[in-house]
């Protein structure tokens, strides 16, 4: 970076297009036979070379220091990028008050705990749990559960990510693990405990985080049948 020996620049992945200049652009591009039609080796610099194009330093304005960025592109990355949120000083504050997040967000009631017996009690700890979840009778912990997720009893969440509308049955298990929107876990089901087990029927990432999605669930079943 001019002036800055230290620091090199490197893009994002994240560009700003007026929408009729970029099919312009593609479709130039992909007349071209002789392009890989790749956007950062062709498209990008031929634009340059061209057009007016800026780039712009992901920094804080006044103290320089690297604004909060992750990229996400793998599932261990998607993964580690959510359980960051659940620390008890996240580098990304989504309660910061000065720099509030607005999105879209569906109108849910509050997130739900139910019964208190020695051996079923509705509990959630050093975690996110989203409008419309109920947890009943069961514990999760280090976990970030979506919105309208379903815990049943006698059930333990641990250090996993649970996305909108899944249905944790009861008696089950659920580590180091993504469960996918809409998933349904049948009961006593255990996953992230047995990682043999869990390459049989789910993805496992190379540090052990599992993901389970419903057609996983489906072809584990029909193999098992």
């Given at each position: 970076?001019?002036?800055?020996?230290?620091?090199?620049?490197?893009?994002?992945?994240?560009?700003?297009?007026?929408?009729?200049?970029?099919?312009?652009?593609?479709?130039?591009?992909?007349?071209?036979?002789?392009?890989?039609?790749?956007?950062?080796?062709?498209?990008?610099?031929?634009?340059?070379?061209?057009?007016?194009?800026?780039?712009?330093?992901?920094?804080?304005?006044?103290?320089?220091?690297?604004?909060?960025?992750?990229?996400?592109?793998?599932?261990?990355?998607?993964?580690?990028?959510?359980?960051?949120?659940?620390?008890v000083s996240p580098?990304?504050?989504?309660?910061?008050?000065?720099?509030?997040?607005?999105?879209?967000?569906?109108?849910?009631?509050?997130?739900?705990?139910?019964?208190?017996?020695?051996?079923?009690?509705?509990?959630?700890?050093?975690?996110?749990?989203?409008?419309?979840?109920?947890?009943?009778?069961?514990?999760?912990?280090?976990?970030?559960?979506?919105?309208?997720v379903r815990v049943?009893?006698?059930?333990?969440?641990?250090?996993?990510?649970?996305?909108?509308?899944?249905?944790?049955?009861?008696?089950?298990?659920?580590?180091?693990?993504?469960?996918?929107s809409g998933t349904?876990?049948?009961?006593?089901?255990?996953?992230?405990?047995?990682?043999?087990?869990?390459?049989?029927?789910?993805?496992?990432?190379?540090?052990?985080?599992?993901?389970?999605?419903?057609?996983?669930?489906?072809?584990?079943?029909?193999?098992?049948?």
């Amino acid at each position: 970076m001019p002036g800055r020996p230290e620091v090199a620049l490197a893009s994002m992945g994240i560009y700003v297009f007026n929408p009729r200049l970029l099919e312009r652009l593609l479709r130039e591009d992909a007349a071209k036979a002789d392009s890989a039609h790749d956007f950062g080796r062709n498209v990008i610099p031929d634009a340059i070379d061209k057009l007016r194009v800026f780039a712009y330093p992901f920094e804080d304005v006044r103290t320089k220091a690297q604004n909060y960025w992750r990229d996400v592109g793998t599932v261990e990355a998607y993964y580690e990028a959510n359980m960051e949120l659940v620390r008890v000083s996240p580098e990304l504050n989504i309660y910061d008050e000065q720099w509030p997040i607005w999105t879209y967000q569906e109108q849910l009631p509050p997130a739900k705990f139910v019964f208190d017996d020695k051996e079923r009690r509705g509990q959630a700890v050093d975690s996110m749990v989203s409008g419309g979840c109920i947890i009943s009778g069961s514990r999760v912990a280090n976990s970030l559960l979506f919105s309208n997720v379903r815990v049943h009893d006698y059930s333990h969440v641990e250090r996993s990510v649970i996305l909108p509308r899944v249905r944790i049955g009861e008696r089950c298990v659920i580590r180091d693990a993504i469960i996918d929107s809409g998933t349904v876990i049948p009961d006593g089901m255990q996953i992230g405990v047995d990682k043999e087990a869990d390459r049989a029927r789910f993805h496992v990432t190379e540090g052990g985080i599992v993901l389970a999605t419903s057609k996983m669930l489906r072809r584990a079943a029909a193999q098992a049948g």
